[in-house]
């Protein structure tokens, strides 16, 4: 009689055998997908950040101007700012977007200058509110690419497309270039000396 549940018995161990590895396949799976938000939710912090530093580089750059307040030409300018016989840093390095994992930003432009940077990617952002007032403009953007890191803080861009926000003008004088977009002329009126 012992034979006959030897058998049966190994038959259920067998069975929750499998039973275990799929479970343990389920959490790994939900593991895995906690783990890629994180990273993601990381990578947008880290651009936020770089984004802030690119905006004081900014406005570093454009309030030292020894002739009177000017953007760069380039994003290199912020790392050796021509203007100066020494060299004068706006920005440490010229640093990697870690949306896409390279050191190529688009760069926003007025009147063929450099106000601002936006990242490559066109992945939507997991975060799309609970921003500080300077980044009121990233909110409910549809792609990093949207989320724009000018100085001033709340200048209004106008959309890659070429599309006129309303109230908004760009500069038709302007050439575009890929990698480029171009703004309203709304900028600050140069400090009085």
């Known amino acids: 009689m012992n034979s006959c549940n030897k058998p049966r018995q190994h038959g259920f ?29 990381d990578k947008e912090r880290e651009l936020i950040f770089i984004g802030h530093e690119f905006r004081a580089a900014l406005e570093r750059y454009y309030n030292s101007g020894p002739g009177g307040a000017s953007y760069p030409l380039t994003l290199d300018e ?22 896409t994992g390279r050191a190529e930003w688009d760069t926003i432009l007025e009147q063929g200058r450099i106000v601002g940077v936006q990242s ?25 690419a949207e989320w ?30 890929p990698g480029t977009k171009a703004a309203t002329p709304a900028l600050p009126a140069p400090l009085p000396r």
Do not use: C, E
């Not at 055998?17 to 906690?34: R, Y």
């Not at 952002?125 to 549809?142: E, V, W």
């Not at 001033?152 to 003008?169: E, F, H, R």
């Open 13 to 41: 161990a067998y069975i929750w055998t499998l039973l275990l590895v799929a479970f343990m396949g389920v959490g790994l799976a939900i593991a895995g997908d906690v783990y890629s938000t994180a990273v993601r939710r």
């Open 148 to 177: 724009h890191f000018t100085y001033p803080a709340k200048l209004v861009t106008a959309p890659k497309d070429g599309a006129i926000l309303s109230g908004a003008t760009t500069d038709a004088s302007t050439p575009q270039t």
């Open 78 to 99: 912020l790392l050796k700012d021509p203007r100066f016989p020494n060299a004068k840093r706006h920005l440490r390095r010229l640093y990697r977007d870690p949306i």
């Open 120 to 144: 490559r990617s066109t992945q939507t952002p997991i975060k799309q509110d609970n921003f500080d007032d300077d980044d009121i403009g990233l909110r409910n953007k549809p792609s990093y």
